[in-house]
């Protein structure tokens, strides 16, 4: 059974600072890795989709990428802004139409 | 263009109550999901749907009932409420199914079950 895990849980972080989130994954025969950004009261924004075949994904300051063979994804946050504060989540799909999340990092961006 | 549209936003039941969370999506795709999310946890998935007409479990189904008559809707239903349910309840939809396309979420139905 596919597990996810994020680690640390919560990071609390001075405005300025480049960021590295971390993902794991205990089944290396996924199609793709989703990181996805969650405000409070509000829904899932996706951030990048990297395909298993990709190592990685870039949108603006943010960079994702996959080492499939170790399990392991991270995101990369550049100068981070108060904006930024967010809660975090990668989630792995595999050989089905479902999705399977971490629990996600809840980071905070401090100005 | 709305995206995924989520009704009610609250909503307290008491126990053994029924109740049908409406989600619509005006983007015209195929796939559609319900999630639900507990305090601290990820997303787990309740059900799913590649199209109209066509079902199919997730990894937590027990409790609810879904039905897929249009594209644009994906209604969850909750049959005899239990605390157990209490929880974020999320719809989401993809155009070509979740390998290649990202899924759009709503902004969820926060249900307490008292």
């Known amino acids: 059974k596919q597990e996810v895990t994020q680690i640390p849980a919560a990071l609390s972080v001075p405005e300025g600072e480049n960021l590295v989130l971390n993902c794991s994954f205990t089944?290396?025969?996924?199609?793709?890795l989703q990181w996805f950004r969650q405000d409070p009261g509000k829904g899932l924004t996706s951030l990048l989709l990297?395909?298993?075949?990709?190592r990685e994904q870039t949108s603006g300051r943010l960079n994702a990428s996959l080492d499939k063979s170790s399990g392991r994804s991270t995101l990369y946050i550049a100068a981070s802004q108060p904006g930024d504060s967010a809660t975090y989540l990668c989630a792995v799909q595999g050989g089905s139409e479902k999705l399977v999340f971490g629990k996600g990092m809840k980071l905070t961006v401090n100005p | 263009n709305a995206g995924v549209t989520q009704t009610p936003k609250f909503r307290i039941l008491k126990i053994g109550q029924s109740m049908t969370l409406q989600c619509t999506q005006d983007?015209?795709?195929?796939?559609m999901y319900w999630y639900r999310q507990d305090p601290g946890m990820g997303l787990k998935l309740i059900y799913y749907s590649v199209g109209a007409g066509i079902t199919d479990k997730g990894e937590v189904p027990n409790g609810y009932n879904v039905s897929r008559s249009t594209t644009e809707d994906f209604p969850l239903r909750l049959e005899l409420a239990a605390p157990s349910q209490t929880s974020v309840y999320f719809c989401a939809s993809s155009s070509g199914g979740p390998i290649n396309q990202p899924q759009h979420f709503g902004d969820g139905t926060r249900l307490s079950i008292l």
């Open positions: 089944d290396s025969a996924i199609y793709n």
């Open positions: 990297i395909q298993s075949s990709q």
């Open positions: 983007m015209n795709h195929n796939y």
